[in-house]
């Protein structure tokens, strides 16, 4: 324990913590990093795949409703369940994804850049500088409703008007035998927060927005997307952006995506929730590791969540469990920890605690370019021989024994 005192961080901090490898991570970071150096007033959620099963979910929503009275929390990962999990956790429901839930009730964007070390170069070449996704984190696919269909007839999409009138209805399709089919909504007061929180960031950072989505063939969904966009653009932003001289472009996606891997980065990228989820993961492997992408969700209404971009790395978790040694990278956990507590010292005014959130990324990235690495940095570093593979917990020892040297030095 270091003998200085420790420093106040004032407002409260959500912490919601989760499963698997990110869990046992989880509380090293803590142990090891924060709780020596900082007296944290903390409200606990436990969003381990058990207690939401034993809660019906309520605790994820609790949760939830903990970051919109305190306005900033932070992230482990936590299981999605599948039918396979229902059987290893013995779950009596199929429960929602908790990030969904989550998001669903902040509304929001989510911003995920990746973490740049300077031994590790992103495997595209062009890309000199960083690229940020923007990802739409309410409604699609990740609140949808969907059903399977067993047997021959029709499915309908039938929209009620409230206070009487005629529904109107579609068919989706005449089955002639079993299939699938699936509804999803937005909101045009979501899409507008989306294209704000956008905007807004583009500006901040002072690069150029790009926004994408499948208007050709979505002529009424995708392009509802593109059009409030635009509005929103003419409206509030050109000429803003023109005097940063920063711009605002929209293409179809597929030839944003191929344009992407000719680009230099240093570009906002806004995508609609699921290509959102997939590009992001794209890009954080494109820059060494899942475990290189940090991840925020801004909501319109002044509430923060902080993340790692990656799941509970399961498949590590599992030798874990068998008591083999891993190598797993805290640097996403270790990011989502910052980002919140930075983020929390400047809504208190309290700048030594974003002093603290500064010299923990410092001591983190000296960590890898020092050569001292997880297994999966290693293997996209540039060469040196001072690299070498160290174990989940020894990573972790690194960094607080630099941090140890910032905060003492
Ligand atoms: P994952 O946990 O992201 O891991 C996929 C693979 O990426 C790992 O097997 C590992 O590759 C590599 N990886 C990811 N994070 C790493 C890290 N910190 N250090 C080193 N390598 C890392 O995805 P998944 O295995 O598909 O999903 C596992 C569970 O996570 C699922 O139950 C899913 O529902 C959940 N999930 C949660 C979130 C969230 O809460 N935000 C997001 C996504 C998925 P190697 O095996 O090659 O080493
Ligand atoms: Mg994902």
Redesign the pocket.
């Known amino acids: 324990m270091p003998l200085m005192e420790k420093i106040k961080v004032r407002g409260t901090i959500v912490e919601i913590d ?1 499963d ?1 490898m990110t869990r046992v991570m989880w509380k090293m970071v803590k142990d090891k990093l924060l709780l020596p150096y900082l007296a944290m007033d903390i409200e606990y959620y436990d969003l381990h795949i058990a207690n939401r099963d034993a809660t019906d979910d309520r605790v994820t929503i609790d949760a939830a409703k903990a970051i919109m009275r305190h306005g900033i929390g932070v992230k482990c ?4 369940p599948n039918e396979d ?1 229902v059987s290893e956790y013995n779950l009596r429901q199929l429960w929602k994804s ?2 969904g839930t989550i998001r669903a009730m902040l509304d929001g964007t989510v911003f995920r850049k990746p973490i740049s070390v300077k031994n590790i170069r992103p495997s595209v070449s062009t890309w000199k500088k960083p690229i940020t996704i923007g990802r739409h984190a309410y409604g699609d696919v990740y609140s949808n409703t969907e059903m399977r269909i067993l047997s021959p007839g029709k499915a309908e999409i039938v929209f009620t008007p409230d206070g009487g009138g005629p529904p109107v209805r579609h068919t989706i399709k005449e089955f002639t035998g079993p299939g699938i089919v699936q509804g999803i909504h937005n909101t045009d007061e979501s899409i507008e927060n989306f294209a704000k929180a956008c905007f807004t960031f583009a500006l901040d950072q002072k690069i150029d927005l790009w926004f994408s989505t499948k208007d050709t063939i979505s002529k009424t969904y995708d392009a509802r997307f593109r059009d409030i966009f635009k509005e929103e653009y003419e409206k509030n932003w050109k000429v803003k952006f023109a005097h940063s001289g920063i711009s605002y472009f929209f293409t179809l996606i597929d030839d944003a995506a191929a344009r992407i891997i000719k680009s230099e980065g240093g570009i906002l990228w806004a995508l609609k929730n699921y290509d959102g989820d997939v590009m992001s993961d794209m890009i954080a492997a494109a820059n060494g ?3 290189m992408m940090t991840s925020v969700l801004v909501s319109p209404h002044g509430f923060f969540e902080y ?10 978790y599992y030798k874990h469990l068998r008591g083999e040694e891993t190598s ?3 640097m ?1 956990l270790i990011f989502a920890w910052s980002g919140c507590l930075r983020k929390r010292g400047e809504l208190d005014s309290t700048p030594e605690v974003v002093s603290f959130a500064d010299k923990l990324e410092e001591a983190a990235i000296l960590t890898v370019t020092s050569g001292i690495m ?3 940095l290693l293997l996209v570093a540039e060469k040196n021989p001072n690299n070498i593979k160290v174990h989940t917990e020894e990573f972790i020892d690194a960094i607080a024994e630099n941090l140890r040297k910032k905060l003492s030095g």
């Open positions: 989760g698997e990962a936590t299981i999605t999990r908790p990030n590791s899942l475990a993340e790692a971009a990656h799941g509970t790395v399961q498949k590590h797993t990278n805290s996403a997880t297994g999966d």
